[in-house]
């Protein structure tokens, strides 16, 4: 009896202790997930889908007016078979158009996967997220904006998959018309559409720290890995029956957001439950009734860009589909003149901006400053000595050797206001050519430190001569 009451009271006291922790795993979340998260989802959503809406549009219509071109240039060479092999075109872009509206499958990605099964979560447990009106409506727009950045990348993959089949019907069509150079126009686009759309999905990853803080918050959390392993759209594949082994440890799924954790999904998946194969085959012949879903999740494995099938015939530039603001590369540079004892005179100080036209080319701006140290070690004294607008350009030779050009205009007097510098016939020319090298450094603000050897060759024209030859040491970040 005694026994029996010391067992009940145990049972009662072990639930009442799961109740408040569970209790405080919810209030300890309710203060430390923020509206950032769901303000950065959103936003990040709704900029990714209106970028890839216009992307597509963009390049819909540049296939379209590139048939335009082949079709009237055909028909100066053949009339009747021009009118052959374009009669179809209009019903075939209007049967994608068609297809869009309706709704296609999509490669799986996922970011986005993490990114809608959260917001569903916090959807079913608003307590976790701020009180109030505000919270609610706020957490609507992200999941709208979420679920049409869904929807915009299932229809890029229909675009992809569309102007794919369509250049290769173009090219067994027209190859022997002696249509290569419009060939090759084409199958740029299918190329750099492809990879716009992979860097797309690549920026998903980039996730800000408030984004970084409430996954990490919520996927410690038995409630959320539950929610996630019967929600996700990775789970509508494979649902795992309650108590299997697979059940008891989702650590790993519920962030899902690199290849090893859904490989070892996949992998649990189809060894720890005995009925998962027969699953899987039922799942698989469903999905393959729907255009090919499965198909679409396996691709979300392969790293961007690793998987596309269409190889091109020309040389890409991977510069071409990144943002601008990715093309910048931010440097400082160095350049000091030596007095005697290793002190320097004069030390001039420059800060630059270029832009990456493709992988072996950049240019840019940039603006110095030269400072004055004094006379030696025992008088140091500061002195605004000059101030210099530079321009510039880098050519990748091999490795990491660059032949470097630029043109500067350089004030190398002294000066105590601003004013002074609007005297330009104190302005002097520069006109540099010489090689760089970049090292890679592995630190947390500089990527590469470069060495630069640069010969003036308008420093003969100063009166007096100015130096000739340059070293300069630079560091990009």
């Keep these: 009896m005694k026994s029996a009451l010391h067992r009940f009271f145990f049972i009662v006291f072990s639930f009442f202790i799961y109740a408040v922790l569970y209790s405080q795993e919810a209030d300890t979340l309710q203060q430390k997930i923020s509206l950032q998260y769901v303000d950065k989802a959103g936003a990040q959503a709704a900029n990714l889908s209106n970028k890839l809406d216009k992307k597509s549009e963009r390049v819909l219509a540049k296939f379209q007016k590139q048939e ?11 009339s009747s078979a021009a009118k052959e092999l374009f009669q179809n075109a209009a019903a075939k872009y209007k049967g994608l158009e068609e297809k869009l509206k309706g709704g296609t499958a999509g490669q799986y990605i996922p970011k986005l996967d993490t990114l809608i099964t959260s917001l569903k979560f916090l959807q079913n447990n608003p307590e976790l997220l701020a009180k109030g009106k505000e ?10 904006s979420v679920d049409g950045l869904k929807d915009k990348f299932q229809q890029a ?3 992809k998959q569309f102007i794919k089949e369509r250049k290769q019907y173009l090219k067994d069509q027209l190859s022997k018309f002696g249509f290569s150079k419009e060939l090759k126009k084409l199958n740029k686009e299918v190329y750099y559409y492809a990879q716009q759309v992979n860097e797309y999905k690549e920026t998903l990853k980039d996730s800000k720290k408030a984004e970084k803080k409430a996954i990490e918050l919520l996927s410690k959390t038995k409630l959320f890995k539950d929610f996630m392993r019967k929600n996700s759209m990775l789970a509508g594949l494979f649902p795992m029956p309650a108590g299997s082994a697979n059940t008891a440890n989702q650590a790993g799924f519920a962030g899902l957001q690199t290849r090893m954790q859904l490989s ?3 992998q649990q998946a189809v060894t720890s439950d005995p009925n998962a194969l027969a699953r899987l085959q039922q799942n698989i012949g469903a999905v393959q009734n729907q255009t090919g879903k499965f198909e679409n999740i396996l691709s979300g494995l392969i790293p961007a860009g690793k998987g596309e099938v269409t190889m091109p015939d020309f040389k890409p530039n991977s510069q071409k589909t990144k943002s ?5 590369e931010f440097g400082s540079n160095f350049q000091s003149q030596k007095a005697r004892l290793y002190f320097p005179v004069t030390t001039d100080m420059g ?4 832009y990456k036209l493709n992988d072996k080319s950049i240019i840019g701006l940039g603006a110095s400053y030269k400072i004055g140290w004094g006379e030696n070690w025992q008088k140091i004294k500061l002195t605004s000595q000059g101030v210099g607008i530079r321009s510039f ?3 990748k030779i091999k490795g990491s050797f660059w032949l470097t050009g630029g043109y500067e205009q350089n004030y190398r007097n002294v000066f105590n206001s601003v004013i002074q510098l609007s005297q330009l016939s104190a302005w002097q020319q520069s006109g540099l050519i010489g090689m760089s090298k970049n090292v890679s450094l592995k630190t947390k603000f500089f990527k590469k430190m470069k060495l630069q050897l640069l010969w003036d060759f308008l420093s003969y024209r100063q009166i007096p001569i100015t130096q000739p030859v340059l070293f300069r040491v630079g560091y990009n970040f």
């Design 68 to 78: 335009a071109k082949m079709r009237a240039k055909l028909m100066k060479i053949d």
């Design 135 to 144: 919270a609610a409506a706020k957490l609507k727009a992200a999941m709208t």
């Design 157 to 159: 993959e229909a675009i």
């Design 264 to 266: 070892s999904f996949l």
């Design 324 to 328: 601008f603001a990715k093309r910048l």
């Design 351 to 354: 800060l630059s901006v270029g």
């Design 393 to 395: 350009i880098d050519w």
